[in-house]
């Protein structure tokens, strides 16, 4: 399923609605960006959609709109209540919404934004991007310009891990303090732009840079010589690597997308293994690489797998530079692997 929108980079799936024999219904949250003539817009859509051979076309339907102070860079969904969503826009604060009680609105000229259910404040200055949401607890997690954070997914809340600009990917842990507990210097050669802990096994973390590369770091060492030391280093992407994210179904596999406009996904089990080996001397594909999803136009700057429908992805693509604005989702599902 393909759709032609004005979208920010932001989209996140909610939860399954309805499931039946031909047809599952899902909740799915995502921004649209505007020329600022109109509100920019937090979007509540429904979507139906049939993967099999003989289905008909997916049904999208905008559901609720919220008109959002602001655009809409990051959106996050809280575990433990699928109805609340938090957002983060160019400003210092974190806002709350529970988008099951926010009314509909609509995007027309001089129309006031929607009240947030809740603002956090504690930033001096805007904190756009960097925000992340506890797997097991509600916390939330929020930082500064070009940070990028991630919750360990196990059953400890309080330990997390961040990157940044410097190339460094450092771990916390708030039951000691505000010191980080270990600092990696030179994680990658060049700036980090996002960083995932895997939700299956606790030691694994995953970084991307834009030197074009995903890191798979261990966190029982992560350092050689006072820099950097990851078990694995995937190259498969032409240019800076902008998203990554575990798979909720498989603890080997992950998906990465970057500016070459590619959304990979690998598994780091196939790395060094003879069939793996056999099939990348033949192909040229790069260890661990097994499929390879080449339908945007452009960068593509999110995705999002779907906890209830294993294999099925929803995509973001940026396309001002290739189509003069604008940006295309993208809704699709690899067969059972």
């Known amino acids: 399923m393909y759709r032609d929108l004005d979208l920010k980079h932001e989209k996140r799936w909610g939860p399954l609605l309805e499931q039946a024999t031909f047809r599952n219904r899902h909740r799915l949250y995502l921004s649209e960006q505007t020329d600022g003539s109109v509100p ?16 008909r ?5 905008k559901y609720k709109t919220v008109l959002h102070p602001g ?4 959106i996050r969904e809280f575990q433990q209540n ?8 160019d400003c210092p604060e974190v806002l709350i919404w529970d988008v099951e009680t926010q009314p509909n ?4 000229l001089g129309a006031t934004t929607s009240r947030p259910d809740l603002v956090l404040t504690g930033h001096k200055d805007n904190a756009e991007f960097a925000l992340a949401m506890c797997p097991t607890e509600p916390f939330i997690l929020s930082g500064g310009w070009s940070l990028f954070i991630a919750f360990s997914s196990q059953k400890i809340a309080q330990e997390f891990c961040s990157v940044g600009d410097d190339s460094r990917l450092i771990l916390w842990d708030a039951r000691l303090g505000s ?9 990658h050669n060049g700036y980090l732009h996002c960083v995932d802990w895997s939700p299956h096994d606790i030691n694994f973390i995953l970084t991307g840079s834009a030197d074009n590369t995903i890191n798979m770091f261990d966190r029982r060492n992560l350092t050689s010589g006072g820099v950097g030391s990851p078990i694995y280093k995937f190259e498969g992407h ?22 070459d406009g590619i959304l990979n996904i690998w598994d780091h089990d196939k790395v060094g293994k ?9 192909s040229n594909t790069p260890p661990g690489l097994f499929f390879r999803h080449a339908g945007h136009r452009d960068k593509v700057v999110d995705f999002h797998w779907n906890a209830s429908d294993p294999w099925t992805i929803v995509s973001v693509s940026d396309d001002c530079e290739s189509s003069g604005g604008g940006g295309t989702l993208q809704i699709w599902r690899m067969i059972e692997i």
């Not at 003879?274 to 033949?282: E, L």
């Open 238 to 259: 032409d240019a800076a690597v902008l998203c990554i994210q575990w798979s909720p179904d498989k603890p080997s596999v992950f998906g990465s997308t970057a500016e």
């Open 71 to 74: 655009e809409v860079n990051r």
């Open 82 to 89: 699928s109805k609340i969503v938090a957002t983060h826009t």
């Open 179 to 187: 010191a980080p507990v270990v600092k990696v210097d030179k994680a």
């Open 274 to 282: 003879t069939t793996d080996s056999a099939s990348s001397k033949a």
């Open 40 to 55: 920019n817009t937090l979007v509540k859509p429904r979507v139906a959609a049939e993967f099999n051979e003989e289905a």
């Open 57 to 61: 076309s997916p049904f999208f339907k």
């Open 105 to 108: 609105r609509h995007a027309v």
